[in-house]
């Protein structure tokens, strides 16, 4: 009988946890063996609604998107509460901060990403390449920087509890970048009564998202909610106070044109970078995250994996396999992280199943995928490769939608892109601005701000690389006033996606709500829709209600009405 597959995961956030889930079956039936090595001590969360937690928008248990018990059940080994020390891959072994030593076949880093310090006096820093690694890996490996009292960078439960402290007390709150998290989070504390300032050195938020015409409506549109918004300043140094019991604390900000912005809590949310200090200390290759191949496997060692924030997906060439810079970079989404799970578990699970077939033919020797060299042509194969992953902003009151670079303007001429059209249309006085970039009327980019049904419209027309009607203006009409969503079937069409994370349709909806989830969150625990980012959410709700108007009218008059109840 073949020997199972000893598998090693080292991280276990929402990415990991999906990586598990989808292998329990595997791991039950003894075809594969499994050790997790999780460094919070508490169950996977989704890391995309901390912001939300740390308004008191939502609680820890609806973030969870693990099952410990389940997969302990399985067969599970999970360390939870404990670090990855080192990889030695010689001897195939993982060692633990406990000192347990911890043998693989083939190991899955899913170790995410690290919230950016930025160069601030006042702040202290520390570089992670090979020199300072090797002289202090105690102090970098798997842990993030310390911080002072006061400033924190929103990526776990620890720092959103002191969001949530500074939000319940009414503090005044500096958010320092104007990137999607920094603005959800502004965006969520100021609605829950927080004083909140957004601090960035651009001319408009979401630089990497938006134009300028979209961005100046979302700055007019963020400061109609209350939020201040500080634009063209570059922040510099941070200053403290002394508390009454000796502490010094966060009291400003200051900037390179001289402001001083005083504040209670200052949040770093100036984007993130892949983990990759045990992978560089192993000798595996790293750029911007863990260079692996399309097919998920590191290009230094055909028995280490990489999925999610860590994971640079690069195609090798003998142009590009010496160079110091690599294209792209992780894409930072939990969704292609979550499909990367998905497929690679599937693809460790039918190896198994096929060792275990051969087995019954041959004489059943073991055979290690790190002797195999060179991946063989099974091993090729690799999941789709990604779209341009749309980006939501998710508020209140507030639709932010964009995909693709929407950079060109009407008037430009390109002889690169001759079929290159662009069409706009603002409204800054009541905060609404659309363009949409086409090349042969097929739409390749678009930036939306407070227009959700049109956006919605747009979505589906980029998700099936749809034309664009000859008079652009008639997408407008989804958010005039005599516009009826019940008559336009496109947008709930049963192939129409709804959640971009997991790959969820109408149809899959539909069926889900007549099998009895008859909210957002029953369906969320059954499809897996709306577990993701959450900007799905309302599609979601639209479809219910839909179900829900379908089966009034068709129950006779007088009957009762035999639908499932709300508790789901």
Known sequence: MTTPQRIVLLGYGPVGARFVEELLPSVADGSLDLTVVGGEPVEAYN???????????????????????????????????????????DARTVELDTGERLDYDRLVLATGARANVPTLDGVERHRRDLVSLEKYADALVGRDDALPAGVTALRDLADAEQVLAAVRARRRIIVLGAGVLGLELALAAAHAGADVCVVHHGPHPMPRNLDRGAGLVLRAA???????????????????????????????LVTADGKQLRGDLLVLSCGVSARTELATLAGLRTAAGIVVHPWLASWSDPAVFAIGDCAQIVERTEENAHERTLPG???????????????????????????????????????????????????????????????????????????????????????????RRVAQWADPEHHRYVKMVTEGGVLTA????????????????????????ADRSLLLR????????????????PAATVCWCNGVTVERIEASAAGGSTTVECVGRDTRAGTGCGGCKGRIAEVLARVAAAASVTSPAGEPDDAPSLAG
């Open 446 to 469: 678009f930036a939306s701000v407070g227009m959700p049904r049109t956006a919605a419209e747009l979505t589906l027309l980029f998700e099936r690389r749809g034309e664009l009607p």
């Open 47 to 89: 890391r995309v609604l901390v912001a939300e937690y740390a308004v008191g928008g939502t609680e820890l248990e609806s973030m969870l998107v693990g099952d410990r018990a389940a997969a302990e059940a399985a067969g599970v080994r999970m360390r939870l509460g404990v670090a990855a020390r080192a990889i030695d891959r």
């Open 329 to 419: 970079a992780p894409s930072g989404l939990i969704g292609p992280g979550w499909r990367q799970a998905d497929w690679l578990a599937a693809r460790f699970a039918a190896e198994a199943r096929d060792e275990a077939s051969a087995d019954s033919t041959t004489d059943g020797a073991d055979r290690s995928p790190r002797d195999e060299g060179v991946a063989p042509p099974a091993e090729r194969a690799a999941p789709p490769a990604e779209r341009e992953p749309i980006v939501m902003l998710k508020a209140e009151h507030l639709d932010v939608v964009a995909v693709g670079d929407v950079g060109a303007e009407p008037w430009d001429e390109d002889p690169a892109h001759p079929q």
């Open 478 to 493: 989804f958010d005039g006033p005599d516009d009826d969503p019940a008559a336009s079937g496109d947008a709930f069409a």
């Open 222 to 252: 963020l400061r109609r909610t209350g939020v201040t918004v500080v634009v063209n300043s570059r922040a510099e140094a941070v200053g403290f106070r002394d508390e009454a019991d000796g502490t010094r604390r966060f009291d400003q």
